[in-house]
Each structure stands twice: as C-alpha cells, then as structure tokens.
C-alpha cells in the first residue's frame, strides 16, 4: 500500500519537474523588453548627468543591476522609485534629492557670444549665432546644467521655475490637523 | 413637468433670509478698479491699452486670444494708471496681471452697437456679439459663453436650460436678478435660443424662490418655446448634470459634453448679460454680487462694477460686526477661501461671504470610520471614503479607479462627514496631481522630439561635411589630374 | 483671517460627529438594555458595569502605547459601545473574569492590533464572543432563568456581589440551556419538534422576553424599536437589518413547510437568539459592513444563510457570532468588487449612449 504511494508521488513529481524544464527553455520570456520599458520611462532628454552618454545605455545599465535605480537627477524621487518597483527591489530614497524643476538663462550683460553653449544643449534650446547675444527657450530647457558647465563667462544661471495661477495645485491636507502624538 | 431625481445630495441651512428680501443696491464708484486678464476659463486677455490711456465705459481693456478666451472692458470711464501683477483672488494667494484703473467719475459710455432687430441678426453674429461683449459663465463656471453658443452649431440643441437654481447657501443674486430683470432675462433667452436654433427652452428655479417664479412666469407666460419649471430645493441642484438628469432623465455621457445630448445649460445672470449685450451693445462691465454671511453688518446684494475690491465692499456693507474667520468668494459649499481682502470681484464672483467660526463648524479631524455618510449623499455615485483612503496614502491611480475624474467637488461628502475629514481638499490635491503628471508627460515628449530632431540634425550635418569633404577631395583630384595632363601635354 | 495654508471647500458642516453617532446607538440600545437589567437582577448590572470599565481601561491603555492623544479618541464612544454590545451577548451572571477577558480582547485585539478606530476588519464585540464560546464553552452556555428585580425570588445586592466575583450562585437560582440549545439537543434525542416546543415553557414568553437568554436575545421587540428608531435617524440603512432577517426568515419558513417535525419555523428563528441584535447592531458596524446599497444587501443575506447553516447543521447551537465574523471577512471583497453605478456611465467603465430618438424626445415632456 505504502509503495504505490511511493512510486505514485515520485512519478508525478519527475512528470512536473519535466514540465517545468520544458517550459524554463521554450517559454522563456526575453530580457530585452526591459530595457526599453526603461528607457520609456527616462526622461530621454540624453543630458549625461547619470555618467552614461544617453538614456539607451543608461537603461541597459539599470536593467543589468549594473546602476542604481536613483542615477537619474532629473527623474528624481519618482522615477527612483517607479524604476524599483518595476525591477522589484528595494531602494533608499532618501539620498535622493528632487530639486525644484529649474531652466537656464542667459545674463544678457555678461555673454559674449562664443557659441559654446548652444553646442552642447541636447534639445537646442538655445539661439543665437556668433558673437551674437544667445537666448534660451524656456519650454525647450530640461535643467542638465551642461551649458552652465561650459560657459567661460558664467552668465549661465539656473533658475526656479516659479509656480503661476495656471501651474499650481491644491497641497495635500494636512493630516496633523490631529494634535500631534504625546511620546509614549 | 415629469422631473426624474437622482439620488444623493444634501440640504445644507440656505441662510437666505439676510439678503433675501433685499433689492439690487447701486455700488458708487471705487477709487480703484483692478480689471485681472484672467477672469475666465482659457487662455489669459491680451492687454491693448497702455499706462495713462484715457478710457470710456465699456472700452476695450484686453482682447481675447485664441479659440477659448474672453476680452475685458473697462466697467467705468477713466485713466489706466498700472499694468501690473496684484493678488488673484484664489486661495493660492498667486499674483494675476491687473490692469488698474482710476475713474474719472464721470461713468461715460463709450460709442455702444444698438440693435433695434437683433432677432435679425444670423446665429453666428450673435455668437460674435456675445464674444466681443465678454460674456462668460456669470454661474461661477466663467467658461465664454460665445464658445458654448458656437457649439449649437456642430450638435442639434434640443433644449435650452436656464439654470435659476442658485442652490449654494447665502447667495441671493440670482434671486434678486430674477425678481426685478425678468423681461431682460427672458429676452436674452430668446436671443439664446435664436443663436442656438434651438425649439425650447427651461427655466429651472428651485421652490424656495416663490418671488422669482412668479416673476419669471409672467414674463414669459406669452411666449411658447419658454416655459418656468419648479425644481426641489436641493444641493448641488445648479450642478449642470444634476440638473440635466433632473429635467430630462438623461445623463451626460462619460468623456462627453451635454451637447451630445442636445441640452445646454447657461445662467441666468448670462442670458441677461446676452439681452444687454445684444439689444443695447453694452459689454460685460459689472454684475450683481451677494454680500452676506454673519460677519458682515449690513448683508445685502449689490450691483458691483467689476474690479471692485472686495475690502471696499465689505466696508459698503458696514464691515464686520463678529470676527470674521473666512471670507468667501462664491457659497460655503463651493466657494473659494480668500487669502486676504484686496482682491478684486471677478466675472465669476457670485457672492462674498464672511462666515463666523460657529458657521464654519469645524471640528477636529478624526480617522474615517467608513459609516458610508458620504456615499449616502454624492451626487455622481461615487465612493468618497475609498477615493480619499486612496489620495490619503499616495495612490492616485487606484483613486483614479474609483471615479476621481468624474468628481464634481460638489462638497456634499465633505459637509456630512462625521469624522470632519476634508474630502474635497483630497480630491483636488488628486486631481492636481493627474493634471501636473499629463503635463509631464506632454513636456517630456516635446523634449524627446527635441533631442532627436538635435541628434538627427548633428547626423545630417555630418553626412553634408563628410560629403562636402568628398567632393572637395574629387575636384583636387580632378585639378591635379588636369595640371599634370597640361605638363605632359 | 489670513490662511496659512489653502483650505478648500466646504466651509459649513453638518454637527455631526462620530460621538453622536455612538450616543444614539447607545441611546438606541437603551430600552433592551434596562429591560434586560430589570430581567436578569444586579449581577447583570455589576457585570454589564465591569465589562464596559475593561473596555474603557483597555482603550485607555492602548491608546496610550499607540500615542494617540487619550481624551480625543476615548470620548468619541466607540469604545464604550463595543463593550456595551459584548455586555449584551454575554450570559447575564457569567463570572466577572468573562467580561474582562472579552472586553480585552475586543479592545486590544479587536480593534488596536489592526490600527485602531476605522481599521479593523473584524467587528470587535462579536470577535471578543466567538473566542469567549471557544475558550470557555460551559460558562458562555449556561443561561440563567429570568429572576426580576420586582420578583420574590431575585438576588440582592451583595448576593449578586458574590454571584459575579466568586461565582457563588444559590441554588435557588435555576439555569439551564436556552431556547436554540433546547431544541438542538432534543431534536438530537429523537424527540419531535411540535412535542420539544409545547415542554418547554419559554417558547410562549418568546415574543415578552421573559425567557434564558443574553440581555440582547431576551427583548426582541425592544431592539427592534431600537433598530428601526437608527434607520429613522438614518445611522444605519435598511438593507443589512431586511436581508439578513429576511433571509433567516425565509430559509426557515422553507424548511419548515418541506419537514415541519425536523426544522424549527420562521416565528422561532428569528425571535431567538441574537439575530434581531445582529441584525440592527451588529452586523450594521459602520466599519466593518459594505459602503453600497447592494453589497448590504449581499452581506446582510450572507449573514442570515450563514447563521441558518451554522445553527441547522452546524456544532453551535446559535450562529449570529459566527455568521457576522465569516461576512466581515468578505466585505473588503464586495467592496471592491460590488459599487454603485457612476453618473454617465451604464455599468462600470462602460459609458452610457443615448440615441437621436432619446435624446429629441427630451422635448416632449408634458406641461403641467
């Protein structure tokens, strides 16, 4: 009685390691997906500021564990933690700094117009030809600084982007409206 | 009339009484008059005056710009003294571009457009004509009402609603409009009408105003396409869908407008806006305001030139007579806390309200229980506590899932909820967050485009040096070649 | 009159408060709660007085390891209910310690353990009960026959002090099994049904209440009046109490008329034991019962099938405890699963369309 037991478990449990073998080599599900659902989820504007010279191979780093998931500075705190919930690991936010969404601006009285900084914008928002004053398109501008890098006469600046009537919302309520708890 | 309830709402104390018996009071002119560009919904007013023009009544102030806008007119004759950036009144407390004027005391009219046949005029002039006047949403909405008449053209409006309902508490100036301007109103609607090429029109007034039906009624009691309809005294009653369901059985669809159902809603303080603009080509330049709540000494409503600041107001009305906790600008259900007094009234402000701490009736927030008060009472069907549970702990999509988008921020949930939990405030903050995320998304795209149109740009700048290069390296070729065969030769 | 930080609307409220609620609940259990007093003598005073003090000091006691601030969240009731309603289920002269332990529990475990007030899945009086029936079956099964206060024979004062605490009960004072318990064990004997009923003297005092039984089984029209005054006052809503009574009501009355030796009808079912509490009281917990009309009305007929089943088939003789915890644990399910329909859409996330004749016909309503 005992051994058709036996030899019953032991068949059934060969059958279903053979099954899953099968599955683990013709089902495999490709790693690449990954890296481009990353890449999706960068800001794309191939500023540098990670180290890595764009966001392709900065995603391919992330996907291998080969970077943490907080190298992006323009993608702050939330994309830190998006990018470690779609890898499923565990992350500590709290080095991580969002600073204030900023863009450049060129002090008018001290450019000199040596063209440099148009040069190495990503998305070429700024104008201007030699020795002509250059400008910077607001909208155009995501923050990577690599124009303030590179200006001789530093007239370069990083500004806050100030909020307006048409960009501000309602702040969280403020759940303290408890009085605050007596230490134990 | 067959009206088919939906479920929900709630009656808060409507605090009529004050102002209620209270006619329409004259403002006299300010010292100054804060004229904001932005005072509706869409894109902000484009200045056309400089500092120091001397303007008429009703002088073109700002144009508008692009498709949804509204243009603002002088509300007195004057000189333009600033252009300038003044506190907005919006809770936020954020600046506004104010255009400021100092009257002259004069109160001059500016060159008016009187048409003695308006009803000959085409829907599309019509249109026109209450775009050029400013006229925007006077319920609170603020949306241009030219835009909203244009839309009769692309669906068939089969029914016009004229909303009277006027349900928030305190606010009389609807009320009071319809009592004492019930010819203009009606003559407005049927300007309406005949913009919209619509058959019928429904002026919906709740039964708590007997005054203004009657008014009403017999203003229109000869006229067929136009008809009074006595609705139930409930919050949130003048909520355009509420009141859609109410009258018509229909909703509006999800993601649609209620145009595709062939109504559409406009104010009533607007269709008389339209008779004055139509008839007598007077733009936008005042409307009536209610002032009340039990702060204020003396409530009444008013009829208020536009850019009036509301500390002037206040002190019209007597001033304080308790401390008051909060000023309003709309009803205490839905109506904006002021960060201070000096700010201007504005197309949408229907009433000023400064409410005692015993009105507020504020009391400490305590963890939600889950009775269910709030599903009990929400207009749309919605279930507040899993929304806010949901905001309350960050996650907007699950919120989202519930039906975040289809909140009205109406506030019954949050005027019945036991444990003082500021529902509305969740909702907000939610919603601000959905909006500043498509916002992301929308700029993180362009700048994508950007980036690759750059690294493209770079490719093809290359490609034409390098062949640039080439064809340079050909023609010495072909000019060594030459000059040796010239040597030989 | 300058904000700080925005506030958003509404700036006017209504007065109520999560204190009022529980004041009219308790107000609500008033009448059933005097009448039992008045039937079962002091002990059931001095024990429904411990067991509400445990309930206090064990909230005091958590809150205070929570860090909660004491005043705020003991006064606003809720805890003062939940061993009222214990007090209610338990056996009028149990032993001091039965109130202490379930109080206890309810508190610390019932409701704390899972975050406090607003959080707990479980409803707290009835989990304190079914670990009570478990632990100590003999104690939460003797039921005492009725000894009023104006009666002869009723225990005094310091007789009642000693019946509680050192569970020194006279034998003057006879107790026994309750109506339920009756019935099961008798049925389980081979006797009939007509015959079990017609010996036993209690099912003709079923509608009074003068029979064995908790403070909440004896007066059942008292809580009913209890119940149907917190739908008035709109508390709590019609649909659990209808369900729930409805469904026990309709499976017995089934049952009844297939096998009428066998089944016990609709009149008993519903009048003994504590589904008429469990209906109004209990399963209505405002935090641990579904938010939409129709989950209610699914979890209240859960509720009824359940105490049907367990007190039919089942090794307890009475169900309502069970059959509330057992749907507790479903609620978040029918919550997530069972919402009302949102406006402008016909079923979830499908929106509503109308048609041209619909929408032109929108015209056409009679003038009055």
Redesign the interface.
Known sequence: MFSVAIVSLTLLAFLLGLILGVAAKYLKVESDPLVSQIEDML????CGQCGFPGCKPAAKAIAHGESEVTICPPGGRSLASQLASLLGIEVDLSKVVDKPPMYAQVSEATCIGCTRCFKV?????IIGGPKQIHAVFK??C?GCEACVDVCPTECLQMHIIE???S?????????K???P???? | MKLFRFKGGVHPEANKIATGCKSITPFPIPDRLYLSV?QHIGAPAKTEVEIGQHVLKGELLAASQGMISAPIHAPTSGVVVDITEHT?P?P?G???RMIVIEPDGKDTWTKLDKIEQPFSLTPEEIAARVGEAGIVGLGGATFPSAVKLNLGKDNKIYTLIINGGECEPYLTCDDQLMRHRAEGIVDGIRLMLHGLQAPRALIAIEDNKPTAIKAMQKACEDIESIDVVVIPNLYPMGSEKQMIHLLTGMDIPAGKRSTDIGVLVHNVGTAYAVHRAIRYGEPLVSRIVTIGGKAIREPQNIDVPLGTLVSDLIEFCGGYKEKAERVLMGGPMMGQALPTTDVPIVKGSSGIIALTAKEIEQQ???PCIRCGSCVNVCPCGLLPLEMANR??KGDIEGAQEFGLMDCISCGSCSYVCPSH??LV??F??S???V??QQ?EKT??N???L??Q???E?IEREKIAKAEAAAKRKAAREAKKAQKARELTS | MKNI??I?GPHTHTSNSINMIMLKVMFALLPATIFGIYLFGWPALILFTITILSAILSEIFCL???????K?FLFDGSAILTGWLLAMTLPPWSPWWIGVVGSVFAIVVGKHVFGGIGQNIFNPAMLARVVLLISFPLEMTTWINPYPLNSLITPDFFESLKIIFLSETPVDFVSGASILGNIRTELGLGHELVNIISANSDHSNLVTGFIKGSMGETSGLLILAGGLLLIAQRIISWHIPAAMIGTVAILAFAFNLVNPEQYSGPWIQVFSGGVILGAFFIATDLVTSPNSPLGKIIFGSGCGLLVYIIRTWGGFPEGVAFAVILMNAMTPMIDYYIRPIIYGYKTKNVPLVYDENRISASINTDKE
């Open positions: 800001p794309g504007s191939q914008c990503p998305t070429d928002a909208d155009a995501t909020t307006t009537l960009s501000w919302t309602w702040p969280k309520p403020n759940t409206a408890l009085p708890p007596i230490a134990a | 932005q907005a919006h936020s954020l600046p506004v400490q927030m305590m905001a309350r939990i500021p405030q969740y907000n903050y919603k601000g967050i909006a500043s916002k700029h993180q362009e700048i994508r950007l980036a149109q750059r690294t740009r | 930080s925005p958003s205070y390891l929570a860090g909660k601030p004491i705020l």
